[in-house]
Structure formats: structure tokens, C-alpha cells
């Protein structure tokens, strides 16, 4: 069983900034988990891939959000971090945190988050 504690959501206008942080934590003595991820998913449209990092520190980001996010880990931790900058409104959205995926890329791990919502509004 992996659990998650997820925070940094919020209400935030257009041009500001947010920090996500999530926490995955398992049973498993020292178990890390190779690649950590964000996905988010706004009202009526699909789930999507926002950023994703390995254990090694490989990145990857959705066009969408380059050159705005940034996503990071902290070494020797399950945790991931998510600052995120230059907001727009179609950034809303609740964001999910994810973990267990085999490479930082669109496609997701098995393990998900419960979801922290992000408003971008004025």
C-alpha cells in the first residue's frame, strides 16, 4: 500500500505562484520510488501529464507548462515538489501526484495521490 499527503493548493491569480509538495509513503523499509510525477485534470477534460522526475534527477515537462514549472526531489525522500510560476487561468485544475512509473514521461505510475486543487483566478 503506498499513501500520499499531498498540500500547497490554493486560489491564485493570473501571474502568481504556487508550491505543490507530496509525500509518498510505503510499507517497504527504504523503498524509493524510481520516478514521481504530477498529472492534473480540469473540469470535464481528461487527465493529464504536467511534469515527471526520476530518482536521478531526469525531468520531464508537458509543453504546456515548460520554461513555467519546475519539479524536483529531495534526495533519499519519496517526496516531490512542484513550483509552479507565470500561472494562467487554464492551469486550474486539481492536481494529482503519481509514483511507481518506470520513466519520467507521459505515461503514469500505478500509485495516485487523493488530489489538491489549484485555482488560478482573479
Known amino acids: 500500500q503506498v499513501q500520499f499527503v499531498e498540500s500547497g493548493g490554493g486560489l491564485v491569480q493570473p501571474g502568481g505562484s504556487l508550491r505543490l509538495s507530496c509525500e509518498a509513503s510505503?510499507?517497504?523499509?527504504?523503498?524509493?520510488?524510481?520516478?514521481m510525477g504530477w498529472y492534473r485534470q480540469a473540469p470535464g477534460k481528461q487527465r493529464e501529464f504536467v511534469a515527471a522526475?526520476?530518482?536521478?534527477?531526469?525531468?520531464n515537462y508537458a509543453d504546456s507548462v515548460k520554461d513555467r514549472f519546475t519539479i524536483s526531489r529531495d534526495k533519499g525522500k519519496n517526496t516531490v515538489i512542484l513550483q509552479m510560476s507565470s500561472l494562467k487561468p487554464e492551469d486550474t485544475a486539481v492536481y494529482y501526484c503519481?509514483?511507481?512509473?518506470?520513466?519520467?514521461?507521459?505515461?503514469?505510475?500505478?500509485?495516485w495521490g487523493q488530489g489538491t486543487q489549484v485555482t488560478v483566478s482573479s
Open positions: 503519481n509514483a511507481g512509473g518506470l520513466s519520467p514521461g507521459p505515461s503514469p505510475g500505478p500509485y
Open positions: 510505503t510499507s517497504r523499509f527504504r523503498f524509493r520510488f524510481f520516478v
Open positions: 522526475v526520476s530518482d536521478s534527477g531526469s525531468t
